[in-house]
């Protein structure tokens, strides 16, 4: 996959920090979770970032939850998982489709798109569960792709390890920047485009090269 050069990034990435609400059910595990994350730097909000978690017929097999941290000191690659991906019952799949459907919006592509019936579904992937990138702002001189980039990978290395999709709008999926921006994020971390409205990342199988690069790139500011 080819990357396009990264603009020269003006803001010192190393103030960043990420305070997380992580909003789950008490008694079933089936149900959506929500992770808002609150990006600072200093005491000033800079920028925000909501992903929505979907389980596959129950819980990863390790999950890390987190209330904040420093963007930048926690620099690691998705891990990936070799086990194959068993499908036990398409009533797994149809209770995914009615949750994501059920909150509307983007999770309501998802839903029809990668979940739908006449569609693959997961089946085409190899990750059973979906993270949903679903709203993402950030505020000069941080609005870049680099760094909306890490964001987005140091909140699924917590939220989504080692077997999920990473699901992201195309600019066409939403009128606001935030929704460019995380397309632009996606793309870097080497997200295909599935459809016109969705690119998506297989984490499973994911080796973590857009990672890397993004994490390079933002680096590459503190040096300098």
């Known amino acids: 996959m080819t990357v396009q ?6 803001g010192d990435p190393s103030v ?17 979770d929500t992770w808002q994350v609150q990006i600072q730097a200093g005491d000033t909000c800079v920028g925000s970032l909501r992903a929505v978690r979907g389980l ?6 390790r999950t890390d939850t987190w209330d904040e941290c420093y963007l930048i000191p926690g620099v690691r690659r998705v891990a990936s998982d070799e086990q194959e991906v068993s499908f036990e019952g ?3 799949l149809a209770g995914l489709r009615a949750r994501f459907g059920a909150r509307g919006g983007l999770c309501a592509v998802v839903a029809e798109q990668l979940l739908g019936p006449a569609e693959v579904g997961l ?4 990750s059973r569960h979906v993270l949903v990138f679903e709203q993402l702002t950030l505020s000069a001189p941080f609005n870049d792709r680099a760094t909306a980039a890490c964001v987005i990978s140091s909140v699924a290395r917590r939220a989504a390890d080692g077997d999920f999709l990473l699901v992201f709008p195309a600019r066409t999926a939403g009128p606001d920047t935030g929704t460019a921006l995380l397309e632009a994020a996606g793309r870097m ?13 297989d984490t499973k199988f994911d080796q973590g090269e857009g990672h890397a690069d993004a994490w390079e790139s933002l680096l590459s500011r503190v040096r300098h």
Do not use: F, I, K
């Open 56 to 61: 596959y017929g129950g819980p990863p097999e």
């Open 16 to 32: 960043l920090r990420l305070r997380v609400e992580y909003t789950a059910a008490l008694l079933n595990s089936t149900e959506l």
């Open 90 to 92: 398409d009533e797994h």
């Open 123 to 126: 089946r085409e992937w190899g």
């Open 189 to 201: 971390l080497w997200a295909e485009q599935h459809s016109e409205d969705l690119y998506c990342l």
């Open 5 to 10: 050069p990264t603009p020269p990034l003006a």
